[in-house]
């Protein structure tokens, strides 16, 4: 494990709380391990973290989201996403591959919605040119995808700049159509989480821009 690593594993079992990872297998079950830390102690941890290791480059940040992700410990995870926000402005259109990997093995809105919101959108809102077209082809292929939490990760990621007045509209409806047609073929009475991801969206953008929201619903 890296020095970085290390760190923030120690750091997190430190604010353990019995309790609290009771609560939290109870939410969200009993596929990954749980600490107990709070969301604050994980986003503490990797500010300090950050400000330990200053200098960390795309390599290192990136290796060391998914050295954080690959024990199925949820407060680990969550640092690696909180990690990812913190320097979103490392990325570039080739770690789309290692984040596919995160939200397909997340399987939870806690995790899957900051991955999607606040660094899959980031990052495509800041690419140009054919870096954007790949990028917009990938989130095109998550939102056909017979995963239904890469579906929702490709409606979520425009949230943030559809919301503030910018942001691809055109795509976030082709890719509505497309994951309707993924979910008409994959889709269970116990998941609609792409679903959600489409309220979520529309419902962020109706007060400022309702005419998108009427355009769409129906």
Known sequence: MSAAGEFVDDTLQREASWHRAEEMRHRFGSGMRYYGASVGAVRGTV???????????HDEVTALSSELWEVPVYERRLAGVVLLQSKVELLTNSDLTRIEGFVRDAQLPTLVDPIAVDV????????????????????????GDPDVWLRRASLM?????????GGDWDGFVRRVKMAADARAVTATAENNADQEAVDA????????????????RR
């Open 201 to 216: 969206v529309l419902d962020a953008v109706a007060e400022r821009r309702p005419e998108l929201r009427l355009a769409f």
């Open 120 to 143: 899959v959108g980031p990052l495509v809102e800041g690419l140009a040119g054919q870096s954007r077209a790949r990028a917009d082809a990938v989130l095109d292929r998550w939102a």
């Open 47 to 57: 500010r300090d973290a950050l400000r330990r290791h200053a200098g960390l480059g």
């Open 157 to 165: 990621a425009p949230l943030r700049a559809l919301r503030s007045g």
